[in-house]
């Protein structure tokens, strides 16, 4: 029985780690698969993308991980977005995971635990973005990514978790 759990931990811990490089991957080639397709891939939402396949498929101490470093880690690559953008970035995917449990534990309810969870994080994302554009701390416009676009990838990715999260609270 213990090389049985032994083996579905050591699994586990693989499953994160792919999660994990694929996400840093993509990440890194981002700025490349914009200029190769032309489109502006950043509307699909890589970083929230594998946040999601962290808390369907690993730990949720893996989730924050990814949350608070996928954004840090483009700006160390690209140097984008801007410092402030990057930690507000963190800010709402970290939220993102954090409300998630917090509903999913509460309530029992998937589908309104991670509908509730991304248009919260959006939410509060938003109000601070506006905050700093309206400080003169961040430049830019509030609103990149059409609003349209988002709707249709809160329903994406809550479908996805509803279809495919694991109920394993293992910590690494």
Excluded: C, W
């Excluded at 029985?1 to 490089?21: G, P, W």
């Excluded at 029992?108 to 994302?125: C, D, F, T, W």
């Excluded at 506006?130 to 349209?148: C, E, K, N, Q």
């Amino acid at each position: 029985m213990e090389n049985i759990l032994s083996l579905k931990n050591t699994f586990y811990k693989y499953r994160s780690a792919v999660i994990d490089l694929l996400g840093l991957t993509v990440v890194y080639f981002t700025p490349a698969i914009v200029h190769l397709v032309n489109y502006p891939i950043y509307y699909l939402e890589p970083m929230r993308l594998f946040v999601i396949f962290a808390i369907a498929h690993t730990s949720k101490k893996n989730a924050y991980i990814l949350a608070l470093s996928l954004p840090i880690f483009s700006f160390l690559v690209s140097a984008h977005p801007s410092l402030i953008k990057t930690l507000l970035i963190s800010g709402e995917l970290a939220l993102n995971v954090f409300l998630f449990y917090l509903i999913f534990f509460r309530s029992g309810k998937l589908l309104a635990s991670i509908a509730g969870s991304l248009i919260i994080s959006k939410a509060a994302y938003y109000l601070l973005k506006f905050a700093l554009l309206s400080g003169g701390l961040l430049s830019g416009t509030l609103i990149a990514t059409p609003i349209f676009v988002q709707i249709v990838m809160v329903i994406v990715f809550s479908v996805y978790i509803s279809a495919f999260f694991k109920n394993e609270f293992e910590e690494d």
